[in-house]
C-alpha cells in the first residue's frame, strides 16, 4: 500500500504539538488551571514533546520516501 | 484443583479469554461492566474548546487516513486483506492496539487500584509466552497456507464443514462484540460529557463506517497504528502526575504500606507480582503461583492469542513471512510496558483514596460498592487540566473505535469469503471479475456490519440480560477451537470429521455444563441452571471457567478419538505447509541474526524475566 503511515502519524502529532505548545504558553500563569497538576504546565511539556516526536516521524517519513526514489 | 478463591482471580481472564467480546474488558469485568456504566459518577467532566480542537483534528486524521487509502482499494485483497503488503513494525503495533480496547484500559487501571502490580499478569505470563508460541509455531502455517481467515485455516487443513460452523459462529459474534462496545462507548459518553446517548451512538458508527468502508482492512490497522500512539502518548502525563503525586514510584509504595496493611495484607502486597502468590490469603488477587501459571499462563491465554481472528488477522496482512513471524513478537514488546502506562495510575488512585484531604472518591453502586471501572476517569478529572485532558480523552475514544473497527474489518473478511464465497457466490474463475465483486461484497458487508451492531448496541441497552446470556454462549466457542486448531497443527492424524465434532461437541458439552450448574446468588435462568442444578459453584466467574476447560478438554478427546477412528481424506500432500511434521522448518539462513524471530522471541522473554524480578 502505497502510504506511509509515519506521514500522518507525524503530521497529526506535529499539530498537536504546536497547538498546545501554545496553550501552554498562552495559559503560562493561570496558577488556578494548573492547579491539580502541581504547578506544572503540562500543556507546555507535552505540547513540546508531542512535537519532537511527530517531526521525528515526519523527518523519516521524508528520509523514508528519498530512499524509495533512489531505489 | 483450584479452590474457589484461586478462580475467582484467574476469573476475569477466563472471561476475557472465553468471551466474545475478546479484546475488550468488558469481558473481563464479565456482566458487571454495563450495569456499572450505568451508574453515573457525582460530577462529570467540563472540555474547553482545545479538547474539543484534540478531539475533532484526531477524527480528521482518522477519516483522512481512510480517504488516502481509498484509491487503492481497487480489489477484495486490497481491502479485505490489506494486499498482504504491512510492514511488521505497522502490523506489530496494530496487532496489540487490537487489544488495547477502552474498555480494557478503563478496566485494567480498576484492577490496578483493586489487586495492584499482580494485575501485570495478565500482560506478562497470561499474553507473553502466548504471543511467542503463536509467532515462533503456529504463524508459519497461518500464514504460509495462504489461508485468508482463521475459518480457512480450517477449510484447507480439515474440510468446508469445519470451517462453516467457525465462519458463522465467528460473524455474529464479533457483531455483538462491536454493539456492546459501542454501547459501552455512548453510555460512558452521556455519563461523563454529558453527550446524547442516540448521538454519540451513531455519530461513533459513522466514523467507524466511514474509514473502515474507504480504507478496508489497511485502513483499520494503520488507524490502529495512529490510535497506539496517542493510546500512550495521552497516557503519559497521567502516569507522571500520579506518580510525582506520591514523590515517585518509592514514595508511592511508602504511601501504600500503612494502607494495604489496614487491609490486612504485607506492606509490599500491591507494589509485587510473584513475592506473595505462595499463598492464595496473601495477596489481593487470593490466587497461587501455580494458579496463574497454568490457568492464566497456558489454558487461558494460548487459547486467546493464538486462535482468534482478529488478533491474527493483523499478522496475516503482513508482506511476508519473515513479517508475518515477526508481528507478535514487535507486538510484544509494548505489550509487557502497557501496566505502566494503565496500571500504575491505578495503583496511585488507591493511594488517593484513602488521603482523606485529596477529595478522590469512586463513584459507588447500589451496594455501596466503588465502581473500579471508573477509576481512569476519575483519575484525568484529579490530575489534567484543560488541554491535555483532552488528549486523555481522545486517547480512550481512539481505543473504543479501535475495537470496533477491529471487529468490524474481521466481520467482513469472515462473510466475504467463508461465507458469501462459499455458499451463496463461488468464484467464478475470471479474476478480475471475482476481486472486483467480492470487493463491492466486503465493502456492503463493512456497512451491514456496522447496522447490525447498532442493533446490537440498542438491544444491549434494553435487554440486558439477553445480551448477558449470547455473549456467555458464544464464549462457548473459542475454547473448542484452540483444541482443534492445536490438533490440527501439530498431528497429523486429525481428520476433518473429527474436528467438526469436537468443535460442536465442545460447544455443546460447555452448554451442557451451563445448563447444569448456577452460581450462587444467581437471579434469572440466563446465568446457568436452565436444564437442571447439579452443582453450584461459589462464585459466577468460577462456573465460567470450568465451562471453558470442559469444552477445551472435550473438543480435544472427541477429536482425538474420532481421529484414530476415522480416515484421514486429506492426502499427505495437501497437508504439507499446514502441519507442522509435514512443512519445511524455515531456518532464516538468509537474515541477519538480529532479524530472525528466535532472537527477537529470546530477546521478548528476557525482558519479561528481566520485568517480573525487578517487580517480584
Not at chain 2, 355 to 365: G, H, S, V
Not at chain 2, 392 to 401: D, H, K, N, R
Not at chain 2, 432 to 441: A, F, M, N, P, S
Amino acid at each position: 500500500m502505497g502510504v506511509d503511515i509515519k506521514l500522518p502519524i507525524g503530521l497529526m502529532f506535529s499539530i498537536f504539538g504546536v497547538l498546545l505548545t501554545l496553550f501552554g504558553l498562552f495559559t503560562k500563569s493561570d496558577k488556578v488551571l494548573y492547579e491539580p497538576s502541581f504547578g506544572v504546565n503540562v500543556n507546555l511539556w507535552v505540547g513540546i514533546f508531542m512535537l519532537v516526536f511527530g517531526l521525528a516521524m515526519l523527518l523519516m517519513a521524508v528520509a523514508g520516501k528519498k530512499r524509495e526514489k533512489k531505489a | 484443583m483450584l479452590t474457589a478463591d484461586q478462580i475467582t482471580t484467574i476469573f476475569p481472564y477466563s472471561r476475557k479469554i472465553f468471551n466474545i467480546e475478546d479484546k475488550n474488558f468488558l469481558s473481563f469485568a464479565g456482566k458487571s461492566l454495563l450495569t456499572n456504566l450505568k451508574t453515573k459518577p457525582m460530577s462529570s467532566l467540563t472540555l474547553g474548546w482545545i479538547d474539543y480542537a484534540i478531539m475533532i483534528i484526531y477524527f480528521l486524521f482518522v477519516l483522512g487516513i481512510g480517504w488516502a487509502l481509498k484509491r487503492y482499494m481497487k480489489s477484495a485483497t486490497a481491502f479485505l486483506e490489506a494486499g498482504r503488503s504491512l510492514p511488521a513494525w505497522v502490523t506489530g503495533l496494530a496487532f496489540i492496539s487490537t487489544n488495547l480496547g477502552a474498555l480494557e484500559v478503563m478496566g485494567m487501571t480498576g484492577s490496578g487500584a483493586k489487586y495492584g502490580m499482580l494485575t501485570t499478569h495478565f500482560y506478562w505470563v497470561g499474553a507473553i509466552p502466548a504471543m511467542v508460541f503463536l509467532a515462533l509455531f503456529m504463524m508459519p502455517f497461518y500464514y504460509g497456507s495462504k489461508a485468508r481467515s482463521v475459518p480457512e485455516y480450517l477449510k484447507l487443513r480439515y474440510d468446508e464443514k469445519t470451517r462453516g460452523l467457525n465462519a458463522i459462529l465467528f460473524a455474529v459474534m464479533t457483531v455483538l462484540a462491536s454493539g456492546i462496545s459501542m454501547y459501552a462507548l455512548a453510555l460512558l459518553l452521556e455519563n461523563i460529557l454529558g453527550w446524547n446517548f442516540h448521538l454519540s451512538l451513531i455519530l461513533s458508527a459513522a466514523i467507524v463506517l466511514g474509514y473502515t468502508y474507504l480504507g478496508g482492512l489497511s485502513s483499520a490497522i494503520y488507524n490502529e497504528v495512529l490510535q497506539f500512539f496517542i493510546i500512550v502518548i495521552g497516557l503519559l502525563p497521567l502516569v507522571f502526575l500520579s506518580l510525582k503525586d506520591f514523590g515517585g514510584w518509592d514514595g508511592l509504595k511508602d504511601t501504600l504500606a500503612p494502607i494495604v496493611e489496614n487491609k490486612g495484607y504485607a506492606a509490599d502486597a500491591w507494589t509485587t507480582t510473584w513475592k506473595y502468590t505462595g499463598k492464595a490469603s496473601l495477596n489481593p488477587m487470593g490466587i497461587e503461583w501455580y494458579g496463574i501459571f497454568v490457568g492464566l499462563g497456558f489454558v487461558l491465554s494460548f487459547g486467546y492469542w493464538c486462535t482468534n481472528f482478529l488478533i491474527v488477522q493483523r499478522a496475516m496482512a503482513a508482506k511476508s513471512r519473515l513479517a508475518a513471524r515477526s508481528t507478535p513478537l514487535i507486538g510484544a514488546i509494548p505489550k509487557m510496558f502497557i501496566p505502566f502506562l494503565i496500571i500504575v495510575p491505578g495503583i496511585a488512585a488507591l493511594a488517593l483514596m484513602n488521603t482523606p484531604d485529596r477529595n478522590f472518591a469512586l463513584p459507588m453502586n447500589d451496594a455501596g460498592q466503588p465502581i473500579y471501572d471508573y477509576t481512569i476517569i476519575m483519575l484525568l478529572k484529579q490530575y489534567l487540566p484543560t488541554g491535555v485532558l483532552g488528549l486523555g480523552i481522545t486517547a480512550l475514544l481512539a481505543s473504543f473505535m479501535s475495537g470496533m473497527a477491529g471487529n468490524v474489518s474481521a466481520f467482513n473478511t469472515v462473510w466475504t469469503y467463508d461465507i458469501y464465497q462459499s455458499y451463496i457466490r463461488p468464484a467464478s474463475g475470471n479474476k478480475d471479475d471475482d476481486e472486483h465483486h467480492y470487493l463491492r461484497v466486503g465493502r456492503i458487508a463493512t456497512i451491514f456490519g456496522i447496522l447490525a451492531s447498532i442493533a446490537a448496541a440498542y438491544i444491549a441497552s434494553k435487554f440486558g440480560n439477553i445480551m448477558d446470556f449470547l455473549q456467555t454462549i458464544f464464549s462457548m466457542i473459542n475454547a473448542p477451537l484452540f483444541a482443534v486448531i492445536f490438533l490440527g497443527m501439530f498431528w497429523k492424524r486429525t481428520t476433518g470429521h473429527a474436528a467438526f465434532s469436537g468443535l460442536l461437541g465442545g460447544f455443546l458439552i460447555a452448554l451442557l455444563h451451563h445448563g447444569l450448574t448456577i452460581p450462587v446468588g444467581a437471579d434469572t435462568v440466563f446465568k446457568g441452571g436452565w436444564i437442571g442444578v447439579v452443582h453450584q459453584y461459589p462464585v459466577e466467574m468460577a462456573q465460567n471457567f470450568w465451562t471453558a476447560i470442559f469444552a477445551c478438554a472435550s473438543a480435544a478427546t472427541i477429536t482425538v478419538v474420532l481421529s484414530l477412528m476415522t480416515k484421514q481424506k486429506k492426502a499427505t500432500k495437501e497437508l504439507v505447509g499446514l502441519v507442522y511434521q509435514l512443512t519445511p522448518r524455515e531456518t532464516d539462513k538468509d537474515v541477519a541474526w538480529h532479524k530472525r524471530p528466535l532472537t527477537l522471541a529470546m530477546f521478548v522473554l528476557l525482558i519479561l524475566v528481566i520485568l517480573s524480578i525487578i517487580f517480584w
